[in-house]
């Protein structure tokens, strides 16, 4: 899903540009934060590549915190598909289509890997969108399961939380490992890892369809 960006009227200065150069700068940030990382990518490279003063981007922006988080939630939007096609069980296949578009988007899944192993520190200024990151994504994927197990799909002994919380574990695990090796298969490992937690937790009613 691409960002949906307000269109401006009528340009009020010349850094006042419209809403296809304000996604030019955000993907180009992209770019730049994925291969040095938020503190490593400096504002000069990517007005550089955009033909943009600093100040230029500043003005869309307000700061490079700001221009971060807007290249956060627009690789979150890109790669979210929309909750309401996913119920119960449903949602295995949600996170195997994030897995399939990762592989298509390296960039993407080294910006995630980079910026988010930097904001481990409290005073980096995405910590707080990935502490809540963590905590919506583990939610959603949490009561999903407990649609699963409500509709007889999985077992009543998983506990969805935990699980929620080492499927997040894994995949972030193997993502860093495709990074390291891009010869390792991530959608395979992901299918392997699905298929346990189904032959672990699959109702006796399931196991005889």
Not at 13 to 40: C, H, M, N, S
Not at 64 to 85: A, C
Request: no cysteine.
């Amino acid at each position: 899903m691409v960002v949906n960006m307000a269109k401006s009227t009528r340009p009020r200065g010349p850094y006042a540009g419209t809403a296809e150069r304000r996604d030019t700068v955000i993907k180009t940030a992209w770019e730049v934060f994925a291969l040095q990382g938020f503190r490593g990518g400096s504002l000069r490279e990517i007005a550089k590549r955009v033909n943009l003063s600093q100040a230029g981007v500043l003005h869309h922006f307000g700061s490079k915190e700001g221009l971060l988080l807007e290249v956060l939630n627009y690789r979150e939007e890109l790669n979210s598909p929309s909750p309401n096609t996913v119920h119960g069980i449903g949602i295995l296949d949600h996170l195997r289509t994030v897995v399939t578009t990762n592989i298509e988007t390296p960039g993407a899944v080294r910006l995630y890997v980079t910026v988010s192993a930097e904001a481990t520190d409290p005073d980096h200024p995405a910590h707080e969108f990935f502490v809540e990151r963590y905590k919506k994504t583990v939610d959603v994927i949490a009561s999903q399961l407990v649609l699963a197990r409500m509709d007889g799909k999985l077992s009543p002994d998983l506990d969805p939380r935990m699980a929620a919380e080492e499927m997040i574990a894994f995949l972030d695990g193997i993502q860093l490992q495709w990074l390291l090796n891009p010869a390792f298969d991530m959608l395979a490992a992901y299918d392997r890892y699905v298929a346990n937690l189904q032959a672990r937790y699959q109702t006796s009613v399931d196991s005889q369809i």
